[in-house]
């Protein structure tokens, strides 16, 4: 297993969250700290990529590719938030 930081999932969410995906809002589960996914630590094995918070390992966004799919859950993400202030 490999550990990347979060830019390695950058071209694998882009068409999911956009061409700058590194920037993506995460809100932890587990901690509560808010961040980006450019700060995860990225867990790279055969089987997929495993994002996790750099502050308390836990889980914010998976992707798993085989037999030419893609799976994706991001559990850690939140939807962009508008202030109309």
Not at 2 to 12: E, S, Y
Not at 36 to 48: C, D, K, N, P, S
Request: aromatic content about 2%; overall charge negative; glycine content about 12%.
């Amino acid at each position: 297993m490999t550990i990347v930081d979060g830019n390695a999932l950058a071209g694998v969410l882009a068409d999911r969250l956009g061409p700058d995906a590194t920037t993506a809002p995460l809100h932890c589960p587990g901690c509560g700290r808010d961040g980006i996914l450019a700060r995860t630590r990225v867990h790279v094995t055969a089987m997929g990529m495993v994002a996790r918070c750099r502050d308390c390992d836990a889980l914010l966004a998976t992707v798993v590719e085989a037999d030419g799919h893609r799976w994706v859950d991001l559990p850690g993400f939140r939807a962009a938030s508008t202030d109309d202030g």
